[in-house]
């Protein structure tokens, strides 16, 4: 897979990160929407294959197709700006402020849900012959999903709130380290095994992804899922979104770049080696 060390490949994140944080306002929004749809029609895939076989394990195996193949593609996700663009600012790059940051984490925030909406609307279509009938057990496990995960969590009210945050902690600790991992390879059989293996982890153990939810909570409510807008947006999306903030930075971005670009090097002394001891004279 022609792997590429720490030393090597956390550069390269810097320079993705000032990368988007200088591109237009068009292209930005292009790219996280294309990236909002595809991870949204890779969940609804993951949630179909999981409804017909029965087999979380077999969805969880699988759901990595979009993040993949959106990011081979180029496109963004808000998951993975988190990560890469406060790296630019931390380096000092020239030009780079937190208003450039911000720029960039509110124009892929938009563009991801603009997708995923559009996805959301398509797939209760689907699942209900355009509202024409109720929705088929596909889209009854989606609304499921919608109640279990605002209303669950606001049963237990300041636990569930703590219990949302860190699931979305370890959900971007795990999408980022897949996104730094298609840094790791030079060939595309290596960046998509590598970025495989995290995004699997995550989508099996349940962990709350702020650009999947887009997708999975507004086709809830067009699904009749028993919860609110406003249960949504308290209850799941804002703590999620600050969770992944949280995780992506703080156990990917902060230490790659603090222990290989600010390494804290130790001073190293050659031992001393005693003299040779004199040639005998022939």
Known sequence: MAYLTPAE????????GE???????????????????ILALSAAFAITITVNTGQPLAGAILFPVGFVLLYLLGFDLLTGVFTLAPLALIDRRPGVTIG??????????????AGALLVALFMAIIVTYGFDVPPNKVG????????????GYAAHGASGMLTLFIRGMLCNWMVSTGVVAAFMATHVSGKVLAMWMPIMLFFYMGFEHSVV???????????????????????????????????????VGLTLYSTHVRTGATRHTAPTRPAAAPTPAE
Not at 23 to 34: E, H, K, Q, V
């Open 9 to 16: 490949f956390v550069p390269k994140l810097i320079d993705a």
């Open 19 to 37: 990368q988007k944080i200088f591109m237009s306002t068009r292209d930005t929004l292009i790219r996280a929407f294309m990236a909002g749809a």
């Open 100 to 113: 450039g940051v911000l720029r960039n984490w509110g124009l892929v925030f938009v563009g991801n849900f």
């Open 140 to 151: 009854q496990t989606i609304g499921l999903i919608g109640e279990k995960r605002t209303l």
């Open 213 to 251: 939810n887009m997708f999975l909570f507004p086709s809830g409510l067009m699904l009749g899922g028993n919860f609110s807008l406003a249960d949504y947006l308290v209850w799941n999306e804002i703590p999620t979104v600050l969770g992944n903030l949280v995780g992506g930075l703080s156990f």
